[in-house]
Every structure is written in structure tokens, then in C-alpha cells.
């Protein structure tokens, strides 16, 4: 099955940019997604990238794809404290369903 | 994108009982999914309902404990049956938009569910 593996904590100060990584085994997946978990709520869509794309960029937040070396990332330009939750990787395997990663915990500080 | 409400938004149950979880999307979509995120993990697809026919489950769920109805484009539900405190985490609402296939997931806000 399909494996995604994310770091599952990154500590940011405030107005940095944060890099989350995410790495996955199954070349076939068509659509890579970010979602953001904050405390006590449900999983909100983020951004997604299509398979076929390299870049996509939505205000503060770029996701990068590198396809060869199975690698996403998602870089949230200057990181405010409301961007403090837990970061999820999910990649769709080649059943169609979503694989998700463990979840990276984005801690910002002051 | 679709706004999907989910109800309860948390509860507490004895062991033993059971709960209904209601997901309703405000527009037709034709893949809704159910997911479990037990404390502290990752998400777990548990069925992917279907309108009209048999929900199919995931490897270790099985209909008699999680038993699912999708009577129309528009609405699910999913019971979670004699449940124990293991069966406690966040249980999740997903919906693919619209009704062409392999198209974005987006959450609901989930029920949070604790057994004593």
C-alpha cells in the first residue's frame, strides 16, 4: 500500500517561512494535498496539487512536487501564530483513496 | 466547494450503546467517506459510501460495527454499534466534490465521540 511519511513536529518563529516535507511511495497518485488541522476542529483543505504540476502558489503558501524523487512540500511564507496546527500530507493511492501521513505539528512562536 | 455539517459534534456514551453520526453536504456529491482519527493519530478511511448500494469497507471494519446508510446524493450516516472505550476518537465526514469522480476531498468538522 501507499506509504506517506512526514517529520512530525517543526518549531517556526513568527514571520519566518516554514518548510513542511512529506514523502510518499506510490508514483501513480494524481492528487497531492495539504490539509491543516487546528485544535479541537475537523480537517480544513489547504491547498492541492495536480501530478502533472510542478509548483502551485496560493498567497502565503507554495507547494512544491518532485515527481522523480516522490517528494512534496508545502512553504508557508511569513508564519503567523494562527498557523499553529497540525499540517497532514495526503496523496491519493492508485485505488483513488486518500493515504494520509502521521502529521507534522507546526508550532510558531513569538 | 461543498459545506459539509456534521451532527453530533461531540458526545459521551456508555459502553455498550450505540450512536448515529449524520453527515449532510448542501450540494449532490457522489463519493462520501468515513473516517476514524483515534487520539493523537493520523486519519483512517473506514467505508466509502455509496448511493444507492452497499457502503464498502476498509481492511478491519466491517458493516456489523459500523454500519452505514447513504439514502441519497445529499446525505450519510454512520453508527457506530456497542461501543467500547477503544472506539473513542474523532470520526470524520468527507465528501468528493460534485458528481464526476477523483475530484478534492473536503472535511467536515467531525464528532468527537468518548466512551466511558
Known amino acids: 500500500g501507499e506509504d506517506v511519511e512526514q517529520s512530525l513536529f517543526l518549531s517556526v518563529r513568527e514571520g519566518d517561512s516554514s518548510v513542511i516535507n512529506c514523502t510518499y511511495t506510490d508514483s501513480s497518485s494524481t492528487y497531492l494535498y495539504w490539509y491543516k488541522q487546528e485544535p479541537g476542529a475537523g480537517l480544513q483543505l489547504l491547498t492541492y496539487?495536480?501530478?502533472?504540476?510542478d509548483m502551485k502558489q496560493d498567497q502565503r503558501l507554495t507547494v512544491l512536487l518532485n515527481k522523480k524523487d516522490k517528494h512534496l512540500s508545502l512553504r508557508i511564507a511569513d508564519t503567523q501564530t494562527g498557523d499553529s496546527a497540525i499540517y497532514f500530507c495526503?496523496?491519493?493511492?492508485?485505488?483513488?483513496?486518500?493515504?494520509f501521513g502521521a502529521g507534522t505539528q507546526v508550532v510558531v512562536t513569538p | 466547494s461543498a459545506v459539509i455539517s456534521q451532527k453530533p459534534s461531540r458526545d459521551i456514551c456508555q459502553r455498550g450503546t450505540s450512536l448515529t453520526i449524520q453527515c449532510q453536504v448542501d450540494s449532490q456529491v457522489t463519493m462520501m467517506f468515513w473516517y476514524r482519527q483515534q487520539p493523537g493519530q493520523s486519519l483512517t478511511l473506514i467505508a466509502t459510501a455509496n448511493q444507492g448500494s452497499e457502503a464498502t469497507y476498509e481492511s478491519g471494519f466491517v458493516i456489523d460495527k459500523f454500519p452505514i446508510s447513504r439514502p441519497n446524493l445529499t446525505f450519510s450516516t454512520l453508527t457506530v454499534s456497542n461501543m467500547s472505550p477503544e472506539d473513542s476518537s474523532i470520526y470524520l465526514c468527507?465528501?468528493?466534490?460534485?458528481?464526476?469522480?477523483?475530484?478534492?476531498?473536503?472535511f467536515g468538522d467531525g464528532t468527537r465521540l468518548s466512551i466511558l
Open positions: 496539487i495536480f501530478s502533472n504540476m
Open positions: 468527507s465528501v468528493s466534490d460534485g458528481l464526476i469522480g477523483n475530484q478534492p476531498q473536503h
Open positions: 495526503a496523496v491519493t493511492d492508485s485505488w483513488g483513496k486518500l493515504q
